[in-house]
């Protein structure tokens, strides 16, 4: 069996297609009744078998809010499959004075440690918090910078505005990737498509790629083949999927149009398709 290819990001080799969580953890990016399907389908155990698919293939790393349901699904199909998976996690903390002891920097990035993070990436509501547009650049990014490798975390940082790579690029920020929204259908996304491809392109560190069927607006050929063309090789695709057939498409898609391969796959059927049929 393939396994996924995969790139380099701070000295450690991470597969090129990451599991995105959205849909193990109920954020559908379309209705809050559509949050609620999500969490009420997904248990640990379906959850588990989501994430196994994608470990025999290779796929061995996982992007998430920290989650304890998540972490005890990984760590059985740890278990299950005698390989580890590496976590990659984006946490939210105080990024003001008064704000919950719970969620001070330093007690936030102890119990990243604790929930195995290899990587420990500010979730985008703190790096655009701190993005200046005035100053050119991310204020106190290095405070937690330091913070993250004093736990021997591997610090990057979560963005939604454009701004935050070129920005931390010439700043020389300590950090080692970049999670960026990028889909063809520009959704979530600040500035045109284009303008979001040149900033991935010309980033010094390799981009961890989301969002790239638009919250599930987009067919996963049509999104995948897109992002999969416009991206560099040391870049990465982070998807999530409700099942696992769907992991295993996104897999065979994926690696289909890394291979410029036509893509073969069963296409779904309905009756006013039947006179398509030869």
């Given at each position: 069996m393939?396994?996924?290819?995969?790139?380099?990001v701070g000295?450690?080799?991470?597969?090129?297609?990451i599991v995105g969580t959205n849909w193990f953890l109920g954020y559908s990016h379309s209705s809050l009744a559509k949050d609620k399907f999500i969490k009420e389908f997904?248990?640990?155990?379906?959850i588990a078998a989501i994430l196994t698919v994608f470990m025999e293939r290779g796929v061995d790393a996982v992007m998430a809010p920290p989650s304890?349901?998540?972490?005890?699904?990984?760590?059985?199909?740890?278990?299950?499959?005698?390989?580890?998976?590496?976590?990659i996690l984006t946490p939210s903390f105080n990024v003001t004075p008064g704000g919950d002891p719970d969620q001070e920097p330093e007690v936030v990035f102890d119990r990243m440690k604790a929930l195995n993070a290899t990587f420990c990436l500010p979730h985008q509501c703190v790096t655009d918090a701190l993005l200046d547009r005035m100053t050119g650049e991310i204020r106190h990014?290095?405070?937690?910078?330091?913070?993250?490798?004093?736990?021997?975390?591997i610090p990057g940082l979560s963005t939604h505005m454009p701004e935050s790579i070129?920005?931390?690029?010439?700043?020389?920020?300590?950090?080692?990737?970049y999670i960026q929204l990028y889909n063809s259908l520009g959704f979530l996304m600040q500035v045109e498509v284009?303008?979001?491809?040149?900033?991935?392109?010309?980033?010094?560190?390799?981009?961890?790629?989301?969002?790239?069927?638009?919250?599930?607006?987009?067919?996963?050929?049509?999104?995948?083949?897109?992002v999969w063309n416009t991206i560099r090789d040391q870049d990465m695709v982070t998807i999530g999927t409700t099942t696992p057939d769907e992991a295993r498409e996104v897999i065979d898609i994926s690696l289909d149009l890394l291979?410029?391969?036509a893509v073969d796959y069963d296409l779904q059927k309905t009756r006013s398709k039947a006179s398509l049929s030869v």
């Open positions: 393939i396994e996924f290819p995969r790139t380099t000295g450690v080799s991470l597969p090129r297609l997904q248990t640990r155990e379906r304890d349901l998540l972490e005890q699904a990984i760590q059985d199909v740890e278990d299950r499959t005698g390989r580890s998976m590496i976590r990014l290095n405070r937690y910078t330091v913070l993250i490798r004093e736990r021997d975390m070129p920005y931390a690029d010439k700043t020389g920020a300590d950090v080692e990737t284009d303008w979001v491809m040149r900033i991935i392109q010309d980033a010094r560190k390799p981009v961890m790629t989301i969002k790239p069927l638009a919250a599930g607006k987009l067919q996963p050929v049509v999104g995948l083949g897109f291979s410029r391969r």
